[in-house]
Structures are given as C-alpha cells and as structure tokens.
C-alpha cells in the first residue's frame, strides 16, 4: 500500500488539497458523518459523540468532480462560528476494508504527515481518515485564523458570512437539503454592470485604504460595507453566469473582478 502514497501526493499537489470525487452518492446535499463508523465501508475512527448541531451543512460540487463538504456550528447566524468542519475527498483505489488496520493507519499517517509539511497545517485541525473509494481530509477549524489557514477567502468570522461564501462558490451547491439558486443574467446587462463595477472602484478605492488602515470615521465604514452589497452581488451575478460570455467579455469580467478584490484589500 506505501507504494500508493506517491501518486496520492501527486493529486493533492496538483489539486492543492482540493478533492475530485464523484458526486452520485452526496445524497442532494444530505451531509454525510465526518468519521468513519465500524462498518465495512468506512474507517473506524471513533471520535467523542457530537451534542451540537450545525446551523448550516453544505456539499459542493466544483469543476473536474472536485467535491467538499462543510458543517458551520454557532449559536446563531450573525454570532462568531464555534466551529467549522471541513471534508475534502480524494479518490482511492486502496480497499481500505481489506488492507491490514495497522497499514492503513500508517498511510493515512503518512498522507498527514506530507500534507503537514506541504502546506504548513497545524497538525491539530486536519484528520485523515477515510470511507470506500476515498481518502477524507477533515481540517476541524474553531477560529478565523484556523479557517483561513485551510481557505483564505474567509474574512469574517460569523455564522452567516461563512455559509454566504461557502455556498457562493462557483460549481454547484447544496446546503441543508436544499439546492443553492444562483443569480440569472441578461448578457445586454454586461457592459453597464462592468462600468458600475469599475464607478465603484474609482470612487472608493481611497476610502477603502483608509477602512483598511483603522482611519475611517465609523459610520463611513458602515456606509462603505454598505455600498460593497450591489458590487458584490454585480460580481457574483456573472461569476456563474460565464457560459453566457465570449472570451473577451470573460477576460474583461475577471480584470473587473481582480480590481475590485484589490480595492476591497486597499491594494
């Protein structure tokens, strides 16, 4: 089985830890445990019994059956998240089931090991385990830093903003049972809402420096964030609206997309 882990490696540095694992089985969202149980079809890690519950438990499904799926705990939406649990999956030919236990743990040992060492992850927040056809990497993440060590476009740590921008990725999303809608275009729109994008930018790049410096009165902050929703909604409206574009409207979308991330960074 060692001679496995190579090309295992080999896919989470090409992927960058992202998973490709079919989708048929995700169950329209329905999230499957973390662990594994003592069952034939999964590892046999016991971990303590989970009392709380998740506000929120989403499966995405990315480009090139990349899949991940997420459980968001907290006391309520705009509250900070307790924890966020994090499964990416990675395609296995090894039949755990049938493998000696002690091997197994071995290589999944080795897989954390090297990803440790890849990555910089603290040890702490990443499990490696696995069910059939797969090796789960599960990063357990009780703080914002924690979080953003595993996915930095995180930049707020409540309840809310998380599953706002889990389940605003591109691909597709189910979260609690429930099919993600995305946001319909009219291509006649695209010229006027890359314009008003880039209004935007010219009139509060400067305002933007000085939100991210700490110098900005408060209630022109709450006003600026304010300002940040149509913007927001403008680049996410035509984020999973691409197959609509031709190359040249697709490479104008993603330079308007790029300034305004920049603006937001006060870059």
Known sequence: MKRLL?????????????????????GEGEF??????????????QPEQETDKP?????????????????????SEEEPFTKVEFIQYVPSKIDFAHENEEDVQAYLEDVKEALVEQDGTDPSI?????????VKLVYTCSNLEELQSVHSQYMDDTVSHI??????????ATCDGQPVKRPEADISDFDKDMNTIHE??????????????G?????????????????????????YNT?????????????????????????
């Open 243 to 267: 197959d609509l574009l031709d190359d040249g409207q697709k490479q104008t979308f993603e330079e308007a997309r790029t300034a305004y991330g920049n603006a937001l960074l006060g870059v």
């Open 32 to 45: 499957e445990s973390v662990y594994g149980t003592n069952s034939p079809e999964q590892g046999s890690r």
């Open 6 to 26: 190579p090309a295992l490696l080999s896919v989470l540095l090409l992927a960058g830890c992202s998973s490709s694992a079919p989708t048929a089985d995700a």
């Open 200 to 213: 935007w930018i010219s009139a509060h790049a400067a305002d933007m420096r000085s939100y991210m410096d």
């Open 215 to 239: 110098t900005m009165d408060p209630d022109a902050a709450l006003n600026l964030m304010d300002s940040t929703q149509e913007i927001d909604d403008l680049i996410e409206k035509w984020k």
């Open 55 to 75: 506000l929120h438990a989403c499966t995405w499904n990315g480009d090139e059956d990349s899949r991940e799926d997420i459980r968001i705990f907290g006391p």
């Open 163 to 172: 599953y706002e921008t889990f389940s605003g990725m591109q691909g597709t």
């Open 126 to 134: 990443l499990d490696v385990t696995w069910e059939k056809g797969y």
